[in-house]
């Protein structure tokens, strides 16, 4: 059975202002090629770490929607 | 409605310069402001005799600190205010955040009923102090408060302070045994001391004005991220009494602060918020924010509370509700050391308490800050794709910030607590919970009503509360309050003891009932030699 992916439940456990805060301490000094760059580097890493193609597949397809 | 009548407060030449009868004062506070003016009250409900030094003679100008906590309200319930405050103030708990010209999602704060305070209500700073200071006059014989007195020495004594003091009629000197400095971000007595004040400093200016207007906005604070009457900007709006609102503009990096305040400049900025309405200026500031702290607040004999003590941004409301908790931490710790009943040890547990809540409410409040003063393009393109993805998706509005609201810090692991047993209820560091009790006689009141002010033995259910010396004790079950809708087992448990301090935090609890078990638990949380303890009782 399709179990439809789920891409908005919050699943950081009250932390959100944690990861965001690291997120943004990466980038600090940062020029733009450097900061995109590491945008990917994070991304690939997550992908791999959701462990679920379609579920990857369907968040691109969010993100790319405008 | 009237507005607020600012009237100033009588000065009297102080008994030092009139030949009046002086003596050594056990405690001096520098700073009329609520903190202040709230350990001075706390101090006198615990029988200390304190002299307040303000160098001004009125009550703040502007409604500067608008946003009062549920715990602040407790604490200040506890001061005998909080029900005026309640009674005046604008009662909110729904929050709406804004992005562009929709809602990108709406917050509720307190969503569970049986609690005697509210979340937050919005009162100006200038009632507030005006209540404090009324308040301090049920005090004649502990309470000396003089107005235009202004600190302009400190010297650090083996066994207290001399404070230098100037007035109208000329300067004196005011020995005390303990100084506590409250004079606020701009601290007299941190500079007297030379005393680092290290931290951040945010580039962005913002307006804040108060704003007359009898056009009814709902209770609820509505934050925008670029609004169209602000583009590329935030903004915030907030109600309170007497038909005054309070925006706050972020206006940017290169904006001229003294430009900004002009009402050329001012009044468009308020049309393009408020449309047609009417509206007069009540008041108009412009500011930068820091986050800063001292590196610790006890200096001896000298004691930080409050923005003199650390100083946050606004986004939050953790600049007055952080003082007034410094002063619910600090003035049972004082008097019991004044009283003999505790060491001076003890006060090192208001350094090691309220630095842990300084910087949690220091992180919180520079997050929102970074939140909504990109720093860079990449600040920024990530702010926006937080905001963008929070219309479809629940995880991005936890990272939205607009200010993450104050709420009372935990002092879980710290010296002070007992921790554990495991068990349902409120953890060892929280505050008590609150909940509806009806006493025998049949009143209702809150539990909290019956806390505080002394280390209390809160027993729920079918447990034994053995007399110890220093403890007083209050029942919840067959001996004692009813617990009419059940919520003070839903939020505390049953059968289960608590050692409840005088801030009404918990520094214990426990599930089997043993005298030596609770002893220790208190002498833990004065600080005292259990042997001691043994010795006094």
């Known amino acids: ?66 | 409605m009237a507005r607020f009548a600012y009237a100033p407060f009588p000065y009297r030449t102080p008994p030092e310069l009139s030949g009046g009868r002086t003596g050594p004062a056990p405690m001096a506070i520098v700073g009329a402001g609520p903190v202040g003016l709230a350990a001075a009250i706390d101090l006198a409900l615990h029988g200390v005799k304190v002299v307040i030094l303000d160098d001004n003679d009125t009550v703040s100008t502007g409604s500067r600190a608008i946003c009062w906590s549920k715990r602040s309200l407790e604490i200040f319930d506890r001061l005998g205010i909080g029900e005026r405050m309640v009674a005046k103030g604008v009662t909110w708990q729904v929050g709406r955040l804004f992005h562009r010209d929709r809602e990108i999602y709406a917050f509720d704060l307190l969503p569970e009923q049986g609690h005697k305070m509210p979340a937050f209500i919005n009162l100006q700073q200038y009632y507030v102090e005006h209540y404090l200071v009324e308040r301090c006059a049920d005090f004649p014989d502990l309470i000396d408060l003089r107005w235009k007195n202004k600190l302009i020495g400190v010297a650090r004594r083996k066994d207290g302070v001399v404070a230098s003091v100037e007035t109208p009629d000329g300067t004196y000197d005011l020995a005390a045994d303990w100084l506590i400095a409250c004079d606020g971000a701009r601290s007299r007595t941190r500079e007297l001391l030379g005393l680092d004040f290290a931290g951040q400093v945010f580039e962005d200016r913002f307006l804040i004005a108060d704003v007359e207007m009898t056009a009814e906005f709902p209770s609820e604070r509505w934050f925008w991220f670029d609004p169209p009457f602000h583009q590329g900007q935030s903004a915030l709006l907030h109600k309170q009494p007497d038909h005054i609102y309070r925006i706050d503009l972020q206006l940017g990096r290169d904006a001229d602060p003294e430009e900004e305040k002009k009402p050329e400049l001012v009044i468009p900025r308020i049309q393009a918020i408020v449309g047609d309405r009417e509206f007069s200026l009540d008041w108009v500031s412009v500011y930068t924010f820091q986050c800063r702290r001292l590196d610790r607040f006890v200096h001896d004999r000298v004691i930080f509370a409050g923005d003199a003590a650390h100083v946050v941004s606004p986004f939050g409301a953790r600049g007055g509700n952080g003082g007034i908790q410094d002063v619910d931490n600090l003035a049972w710790k004082l008097a019991m050391v004044i009283h003999g009943n505790a060491d001076a040890a003890l006060l090192a547990s208001y350094d090691e308490e309220r630095i842990r809540a300084a910087d949690e409410n220091i992180r919180h409040s520079a997050r929102a800050t970074n939140f909504m003063t990109p720093k860079s393009d990449m600040e920024r393109i990530f702010r926006n794709a937080a905001i963008e993805l929070a219309a479809d998706h629940g995880f991005a509005r936890r990272m939205v910030n607009s200010g993450r609201l104050s709420l009372p810090c935990s002092l879980a692991g710290l010296s002070l607590q007992t921790d554990g047993p495991d068990c349902a209820g409120a953890a060892p560091g929280l505050v008590c919970p609150d909940a509806p009790v009806t006493g025998a006689d049949g009143r209702n009141s809150y539990l909290l009503d019956h806390l505080g002010g002394s280390f209390t033995l809160l027993a729920i259910g079918d447990i034994e509360a053995p007399s110890i010396p220093g403890l007083d004790i209050v029942r919840v079950g067959k001996r004692g309050f009813a617990d009419p809708e059940g919520l003070v087992a839903a939020r505390l448990g049953r059968d289960v003891l608590y050692l409840v301090r005088p801030d009404q935090h918990i520094a214990a609890r426990f599930v089997a009932s043993t005298p030596e078990g609770i002893a220790a638990a208190f002498a833990r949380a004065i600080r005292m030699n259990p042997k001691r303890t043994e010795a006094a009782a």
Request: net charge negative; glycine share 6%; hydrophobic share 55%.
């Open chain 1, 1 to 66: 059975m399709m179990v439809p992916i789920d891409l908005s439940t919050d699943r950081l456990g009250g932390r959100s202002d944690d990861v965001y805060a690291a997120l943004l301490h990466a980038h600090e000094g940062l020029d733009p090629d450097a900061s995109a760059a590491l945008n990917a580097r994070l991304i690939l890493i997550l992908t791999n770490l959701a462990g679920d193609p379609d579920a990857v597949i369907a968040a691109i397809a969010a993100a790319a929607k405008r």
